[in-house]
């Protein structure tokens, strides 16, 4: 698996399998073994996916050592706060039970982000956490937070699709070599997407199935992408992706199709609302 380095010098596994919605009173437990078998070596789960404990028994039985498996998961806004962020990482490492975080993130950046910021710093200077980023951080609302961060993201991971490119996000990105993670890089299966004339063209040539060229083009661009398929053969072959390269041509072809829209705007009215009272995560 090729894996991309961090701003703080750690390694990522360029492909991740994510739980988002995955039910985990079981289901996740299932997935995330049939994950490390079809070859994943990361894992995208979140404190809000209520799925954490699954995740980490996974990890625990499936006999790979744990340092060969990175593992990402989320605070919650419940937990924002220096103090309350204490509590949420202490919670997430809790019920993952598998000793430390590769990375954690601010999963919806309201309310006292460089309150929860901070004490993410400092688990991360005593190795609970190996690295810390962010999540659905705009332009606008990165530019009110990042700057003052001592510790710049490693990652922000957002929406991102060939349909939806982030260049102004990324252009910013840049300054702090913070990579970005793509949720919904398939266009969560966007038929629009999937048998767009430029990507078919494509999987003509190379053989390889509409998700497999975007899923190339994403890593050749630099992202960390996080597909999600709950069928067998597409969550293997979303993996095999490195047999192929796109020219340069191709790429640009592809950035071509960016319309600047995607499903979720961050700096939307009521998002934060909508957000803070979706659930409560409790001990
Ligand atoms: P399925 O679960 O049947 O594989 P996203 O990761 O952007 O949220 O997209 C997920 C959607 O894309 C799911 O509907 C999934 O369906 C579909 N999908 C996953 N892998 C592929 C692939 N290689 N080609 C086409 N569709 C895919």
Not at 6 to 16: E, K, M
Request: aromatic fraction near 10%; charge should be negative; glycine fraction near 10%.
């Amino acid at each position: 698996m090729m894996r991309f380095t961090l701003n703080d010098g750690n390694t990522i596994p360029a492909i991740g399998f994510g739980v988002f919605m995955i039910p985990g009173d079981g289901p996740t437990y299932d997935a995330v073994l049939a994950a490390l078998k079809a070859g994943y070596r990361h894992i995208d789960t979140a404190a809000a996916y209520f799925n954490e404990e699954d995740v980490g028994r996974a990890i625990r039985d499936s006999g790979i050592p744990r340092e060969e498996i990175f593992v990402t998961s989320k605070l919650w806004l419940q937990d924002h706060g220096y103090e309350q962020a204490k509590v949420g990482i202490a919670r997430s490492l809790r019920k993952l039970d598998i000793g430390y975080i590769d990375l954690y993130l601010i999963h919806q950046p309201y309310g006292d982000v460089p309150g929860a910021w901070k004490a993410m710093e400092e688990a991360k200077a005593e190795g609970k956490l190996k690295s810390i980023g962010v999540s659905n951080m705009s332009p606008a609302i990165w530019k009110k937070f990042v700057p003052g961060f001592e510790t710049k993201p490693a990652v922000n991971q957002v929406e991102f699709n060939p349909l939806y490119q982030e260049k102004e996000i990324r252009a910013l990105m840049v300054e702090t070599n913070t990579l970005l993670e793509a949720w919904y890089p398939l266009g969560h299966g966007d038929a629009s997407l999937l048998s767009n004339p430029t990507i078919q063209a494509l999987v003509d040539k190379y053989g390889k199935n509409a998700g497999q060229i975007i899923l190339r083009f994403e890593v050749q661009d630099g992202v960390i992408t996080l597909p999600k398929s709950t069928n067998p053969e597409r969550i293997r072959t979303n993996l095999d992706i490195f047999d192929f390269e796109l020219t340069g041509d191709e790429m640009n072809k592809i950035r071509a199709m960016d319309t600047g829209k995607g499903s979720h705007d961050p700096d939307a009215p009521g998002v934060e609302q909508m957000l803070r009272g979706a659930f409560v995560i409790e001990d």
